[in-house]
T-cell receptor
């Protein structure tokens, strides 16, 4: 079974600043996908960003970008120019077949 | 909005009662997934359908749980003889065949068993 670890239970960031969330995973597969999902207090899980393991280029979606280090099995999320609406629980997830394996999540608070 | 929908959004029941949840996936998504999320934790996989076929069930899905997707469209998740430990958020997700690895989630059904 794949294990996804998020070592930061909580992170706080000042509005307009940058915050980086860490994620590591354990797998013996070579072909897989990694995701970051955002779950605001309303609890709807929203896809933030997606990375294919075979692509060396790091994915970027507007203010969100990842640092994918395949050899280190690391997949961090950087939120730039943080906004109040970014406050949420962020989950790192792994998929190599059909099911997602999630980390325990990181709660991000944004200070005005 | 053609996202994943789930009903009801909240359910309170007494221990021992049966409950049923419904999930309507994104139109034309052939794959449908159920997850369970307890407070402060990440979702855990329960089961997966491709069209009407249930292809995988987690060990978390005890014999009190049953899921169906009779016509390959909406799905139902039934819990019989509910226990307090069943209290959780039940999330449904769907994905397309051509991008099967990317799942889109519904708002969830929050179950509280008293």
């Amino acid at each position: 079974a794949q294990t996804v670890t998020q070592s930061q239970p909580e992170m706080s960031v000042q509005e307009a600043e940058t915050v980086t969330l860490s994620c590591t995973y354990d797998t013996s597969e070579s072909d897989y996908y990694l995701f970051w999902y955002k779950q605001p207090p309303s609890r709807q899980m929203i896809l933030v960003i997606r990375q294919e393991a075979y692509k060396q280029q790091n994915a970027t979606e507007n203010r969100f970008s990842v640092n994918f280090q395949k050899a280190a099995k690391s997949f961090s999320l950087k939120i730039s120019d943080s906004q109040l609406g970014d406050a949420a629980m962020y989950f790192c997830a792994y998929n190599s077949d059909y099911k997602l394996s999630f980390g325990a999540g990181t709660t991000v608070t944004v200070r005005a | 909005d053609t996202g994943v929908s789930q009903n009801p959004r909240h359910k309170i029941t007494k221990r021992g009662q049966n409950v049923t949840f419904r999930c309507d996936p994104i139109s034309e998504h052939n794959r449908l997934y159920w997850y369970r999320q307890t407070l402060g934790q990440g979702p855990e996989f329960l089961t997966y359908f491709q069209n009407e076929a249930q292809l995988e069930k987690s060990r978390l899905l005890s014999d009190r749980f049953s899921a169906e997707r009779p016509k390959g469209s909406f799905s139902t998740l039934e819990i019989q003889r509910t226990e307090q430990g069943d209290s959780a958020m039940y999330l449904c997700a769907s994905s397309s065949d051509w991008r099967q690895e990317t799942q889109y989630f519904g708002p969830g059904t929050r179950l509280l068993v008293l």
